[in-house]
């Protein structure tokens, strides 16, 4: 039961819903947290309309569910290092997260969550994309579940922070490093138990799974590309259009996202807060 003065209105059946009733810049009661929360877990994502919140407001926010990453390779606010400051000028040509993806999977403890708080977006384009891994698992066939069950998959930003990977390209706000071949890979399962809830989901993504421990690159992209497919299913997917004071909340553990770059010549100003997680199982 969410808490009396909070509402929660899905946005599809399978995944997404908007919050309303919580202000975000106040410390949240026990009871509010324990509503927010459960609604993250059922809906995976969760979004706020407007919010009015400084940079210390969010880090507080995000503090609440966790302790706070800092990106190895993007550099964060000079004064707030663990927010990430995600901005497409109307100059910039690539958009940052624009590829299916599971926030910071190239790490060996990957994160838990990221919250997206919108400071200026378009009148229309740059809406996020969001899709549900427990649905694209459960939607496999019993002989593909049980295969799936004993893999493993490498991990690594070597193609999307490389020197040609779309993360790594120059914008005229954001500074990210390009990294070298010696970037670590760390192997993590196809099949991921989420820690807090037990569903299964598929744990693999375009821009960071790069291959099947033990198998070759050759070897793994014909499954690899069906899963992605499957992943990215309409039926498992819903869209955010973000306004001034959005806020989206997603489980990195269960859920892709995609950022669209269909509004160029345009600003699009955001800010990111990421949670620190566990080592998959
Ligand atoms: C991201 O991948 O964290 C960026 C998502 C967005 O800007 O919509």
Aim: overall charge negative.
């Amino acid at each position: 039961m969410p808490a009396p003065s909070v509402t929660v209105r899905p946005l599809s059946p399978v995944i997404g819903a908007e919050i309303i009733g919580v202000d975000l810049s106040k410390p949240m009661s026990n009871e509010v947290f324990d509503a927010v929360h459960r609604a993250f877990l059922k809906h995976h994502v969760i979004f706020f309309r407007d919010q009015i919140l400084t940079p210390d407001d969010q880090i507080a926010l995000g503090r609440r569910f966790g302790s706070l990453n800092i990106h190895p390779y993007v550099r964060g606010m000079s004064s707030h290092p663990e927010i990430l400051e995600i901005i497409k000028e109307p100059s910039d040509r690539i958009n940052f997260g624009g590829g299916w993806h599971s926030d910071m999977s190239f790490l060996e403890t990957p994160v838990l969550g990221s919250m997206l708080y919108a400071v200026e977006v378009p009148d229309v384009g740059g809406d996020t994309l969001f899709a549900n891994q427990h649905a694209a698992y459960d939607s496999l066939s019993d002989g593909l579940k049980s295969a799936l069950g004993g893999l493993k998959a490498i991990h690594s930003a070597a193609e999307e922070y490389g020197l040609k990977g779309p993360s790594a390209q120059k914008r005229a706000s954001m500074e990210s490093e390009v990294v070298g071949d010696d970037v670590p890979e760390y192997e993590h399962p196809v099949v991921r138990t989420h820690p807090e809830t037990g569903r299964k989901g598929l744990y693999v993504n375009p821009a960071f799974t790069l291959r099947f421990a033990g198998w070759s690159r050759a070897e793994s992209r014909p499954l690899l590309n069906h899963l992605f497919e499957v992943s990215k299913r309409e039926a498992f997917t819903c869209r955010f259009r973000w306004s001034p004071g959005a806020l989206a909340f997603w489980d990195n553990r269960c859920v892709w996202h995609y950022a669209l770059n269909d509004y160029h010549g345009e600003r699009r100003h955001m800010r990111r807060v990421t949670i620190n997680g566990d080592r998959p199982h």
